[in-house]
């Protein structure tokens, strides 16, 4: 397992732009696919993008495809979330986590990922 810090969230009116961070701990990074899900009050927590080891394919929620970014800088053992034309639906407590599997299908599932972060805050007012 890593341990993983995330850091970046915040209050950003719609339409606006915030990137998250997730630090991770540990020399495996590389070897971990790496994802972000969101979770709101009440709600069972969604995916939203993933990053696989490796080759580095990513794969996206349909609900924010072409609006958010995810990549990932091994060397820095980081992955970032870059969060575009933010909607007051994209409101959540956004959670990094890694997964040791690099199929999409599993990828898409929260139960495939074996570590987490603690999550941070993301508001966007309209």
């Known amino acids: 397992q890593v341990q993983l810090v995330e850091s970046g969230g915040g209050l950003v009116q719609a339409g606006g732009s915030l990137r998250l961070s997730c630090a991770a701990s540990?020399?495996?990074?590389?070897?971990?696919?790496m994802g972000w899900f969101r979770q709101t009050p009440g709600k069972e927590r969604e995916f939203v993008a993933t990053?696989?080891?490796?080759?580095?394919?990513?794969y996206y929620a349909d609900s924010v495809k072409g609006r958010f970014a995810i990549s990932r800088d091994d060397a820095k053992n980081t992955v970032y979330l870059q969060m575009n034309s933010l909607k007051p639906e994209d409101t959540a407590v956004y959670y990094c986590?890694?997964?040791?599997?690099?199929?999409?299908?599993?990828?898409?599932?929260?139960?495939?990922?074996?570590?987490w972060g603690q999550g941070t805050q993301v508001t966007v007012s309209s």
């Open positions: 540990g020399r495996t990074f590389s070897k971990y696919s």
């Open positions: 986590a890694a997964a040791p599997t690099s199929s999409e299908n599993y990828l898409r599932r929260d139960r495939s990922y074996d570590s």
């Open positions: 990053a696989t080891w490796g080759d580095g394919y990513t």
